[in-house]
C-alpha cells in the first residue's frame, strides 16, 4: 500500500461550486455573501495557526453549463467544441479572479493558478500537473487558487477536471496533512439529503463500510457533468488509502470552515483509512 509520509504543514481546500455560486442558475452567478464570508474564514484561520493553504474552487453555473453545452466531458469530436474549450475556461477565470480578489481583499496571499496551462489528463485522470511550480509558491507564502477546468485529455482529446479530483490530487502529491471539502449539504448522506429528509448523515467513511455506503449513494449521482456526491467519496476513500485523511463539510453554515482549519474533527463526514 502506498502510504505517504505526512510531512508538510500544509491543508488543501476545496470550496464548491454549490456555495461559492447561485449553482441552480443557468446564468453564472455569483453567491457574493458565502464567498466573502469564507474569504474572511480563511483569513482568520490563517492568522490563528501556522499552515500553509492550497485552495481549489468549483464550477458551478461557470463551468457545467458550457461543458454541457460543448460536450467538452463527452471528449473532442468536432470543431464547434473547440470554441466550447476557450469560453468554457474564461468563464472559469471569471471566477477565480473573483474568488482570488475575495481572499486578496481579506489579506491572504492568494493568486490565481490555472490547471489548463500546465495539466493534462489521460481518461479524466490527472496525469501532468507542474506541481514543483506549486510546491515552490507555497513555499513563499503563497495561497494558489486553483480550480475545475477544461484540459486536454492523452486519450480523448480533452476533458474536464473536477475541483474532486484536483483537490485530492494535490493534497497526496505534496503529501498535505488534510483535506477540507466544503459543499453544500452537512456531509455524506445514505441519499440525497436534498431530495430525501429521512437521509442519514454518515458520520465516517473507510474501507470497512465503504461497500455500503456505495450501494447507498449508487442513487446520488449529482446532475453536474463531474459526478456529484459518489464522485467526492471514491476520490477522498482513494487519498485515504494513501495516507491522507479529509472530511466533508457543510461551508454555508457560518463557521465550519474556520473551525475545520484550526483543526475541529468531527463537523461533517470523515473519510480515513481505518
Ligand atoms: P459541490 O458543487 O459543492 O461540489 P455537488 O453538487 O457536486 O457539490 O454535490 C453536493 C450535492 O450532492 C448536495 O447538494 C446534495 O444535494 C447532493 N447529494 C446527492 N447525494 C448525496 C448524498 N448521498 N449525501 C450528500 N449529498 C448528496
Ligand atoms: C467542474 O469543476 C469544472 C468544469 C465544469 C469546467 P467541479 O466539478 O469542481 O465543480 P463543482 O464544485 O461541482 O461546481
Redesign the pocket.
Known amino acids: 500500500m502506498d502510504i505517504t509520509p505526512k510531512q508538510n504543514n500544509l491543508t488543501v481546500i476545496k470550496l464548491?461550486?454549490?456555495?461559492i455560486t447561485k449553482?441552480e442558475n443557468e446564468e453564472p452567478q455569483l453567491n457574493e455573501s458565502n464567498l466573502k464570508r469564507l474569504a474572511k474564514e480563511i483569513a482568520d484561520a490563517l492568522a490563528e495557526k501556522d499552515f500553509k493553504m492550497f485552495i481549489v474552487h468549483?464550477a458551478?453555473p461557470f463551468g457545467h453549463v458550457f461543458a454541457k453545452k460543448y460536450n467538452l466531458h463527452l471528449g473532442l469530436h468536432d470543431d464547434k467544441q473547440v470554441e466550447g474549450i476557450g469560453i468554457t475556461h474564461r468563464w472559469m477565470q471569471l471566477l477565480n479572479y473573483s474568488v482570488v480578489k475575495a481572499l486578496q481583499d481579506e489579506g491572504v496571499k492568494a493568486m490565481p493558478f490555472q490547471p489548463s496551462a500546465g495539466g493534462i489528463l489521460c481518461d479524466g485522470r490527472l496525469v501532468q500537473f507542474p506541481l514543483n511550480v506549486v510546491e515552490k509558491f507555497i513555499d513563499m507564502g503563497i495561497v494558489p487558487v486553483s480550480h475545475g477546468d477544461v484540459l486536454l485529455d492523452n486519450r480523448t482529446g480533452i476533458g474536464i477536471l473536477s475541483g474532486?479530483h484536483l483537490a485530492p490530487y494535490i493534497a497526496h502529491n505534496l503529501r498535505a496533512n488534510r483535506l477540507v471539502l466544503g459543499?453544500?449539504?452537512d456531509g455524506?448522506?445514505?441519499?440525497?439529503?436534498?431530495r430525501h429528509p429521512d437521509?442519514r448523515l454518515i458520520p465516517v467513511v473507510t474501507p470497512n463500510n465503504i461497500d455500503d455506503v456505495v450501494e447507498e449513494?449508487a442513487g446520488?449521482i449529482?446532475v453536474?457533468v463531474t459526478g456529484?456526491?459518489a464522485r467526492k467519496v471514491l476520490e477522498l476513500l482513494d487519498l485515504a488509502r494513501k495516507g491522507v485523511e479529509s472530511e466533508i463539510i457543510n461551508i454555508t453554515k457560518p463557521g465550519n470552515l474556520y473551525k475545520a482549519l484550526v483543526g475541529e474533527k468531527g463537523i461533517g463526514t470523515i473519510i480515513k483509512n481505518d
Open positions: 464548491g461550486g454549490s456555495v449553482k468549483g458551478g474532486d459543499t453544500d449539504v455524506v448522506y445514505s441519499n440525497d439529503p436534498k437521509a449513494l446520488s449529482a453536474d456529484g456526491m
